[in-house]
């Protein structure tokens, strides 16, 4: 079945330091793909998603490309702050299927440190 | 907007006791979800909504869970005779049915339980 894996974390980084964080994707449709951020004592936000090959999603500075060949989603951020720290989820929907449920992984927790 | 509402935030139940969890959707939202978070872990499906049809339920959903959404409107999950193995944090989200991409789910804050 449809599965997402990500990197594990967690992942310490300095203030203004470069972030990466890995996702790759199993699907057998053409999927929509998601980054969600989960702040301490908050619940799931959207942060950024791409519907289609190539499509690049971005907001507050991170970015994320469908890339098709590699089935990879990875999530950049050039410049981290003490604020995003945050564990960060990628997810992917079957846009194709009939509900449209997301499948997640397993999430990176990011502590960015002053 | 109110954003995807969920009570309560936190039960803690005796093993064997039944509990119910209602969330309600932003208003203008036909279709619903509910997720389950474990430690560590990322949010899994359990079950979805089209306005009141259960259109979909996970093998993660055994015979004690059941979900309702009367009306298409709020929805509730019971589980009877909870275990132990059922404390987890129950998330629900709504999002538009309309196709073309406008798929993008909203997460309430979700219910903690905790069986002890």
């Known amino acids: 079945g449809d599965s997402v894996t990500q990197m594990e974390g967690p992942v310490t980084l300095s203030e203004e330091a470069f972030l990466t964080i890995n996702c790759t994707y199993t699907a057998t449709g053409y999927p929509s793909l998601f980054w969600y951020v989960q702040y301490p004592g908050e619940g799931l936000q959207l942060l950024l998603k791409?519907?289609?090959?190539?499509d690049k999603g971005s907001n507050k500075g991170f970015e994320a490309t469908y890339r098709k060949e590699t089935t990879s989603f990875h999530l950049e951020k050039g410049s981290v702050q003490v604020s995003d720290s945050a564990v960060y989820f990628c997810a992917l929907s079957d846009y194709g299927g009939a509900t449209n449920k997301l499948i997640f992984g397993t999430g990176t927790l990011l502590a960015v440190q002053p | 907007d109110t954003g995807v509402s969920q009570d309560p935030r936190h039960k803690i139940t005796k093993r064997g006791q039944n509990v119910t969890f209602r969330c309600d959707p932003i208003?203008?939202?036909?279709?619903l979800y509910w997720y389950r978070q474990t430690l560590g872990q990322g949010p899994e499906f359990l079950t979805y909504?089209?306005?009141?049809?259960?259109?979909?339920k996970s093998r993660l959903l055994s015979d004690r869970f059941s979900a309702e959404r009367p009306k298409g409107s709020f929805s509730t999950l019971e589980i009877q005779r909870t275990e132990q193995g059922d404390s987890a944090m129950y998330l629900c989200a709504s999002s538009l049915g309309t196709g073309g991409g406008q798929n993008e789910q909203y997460f309430g804050p979700g219910t903690r339980l905790t069986v002890t």
């Open positions: 208003s203008e939202h036909n279709r």
């Open positions: 791409a519907t289609k090959a190539d």
């Open positions: 909504f089209q306005n009141e049809a259960q259109l979909e």
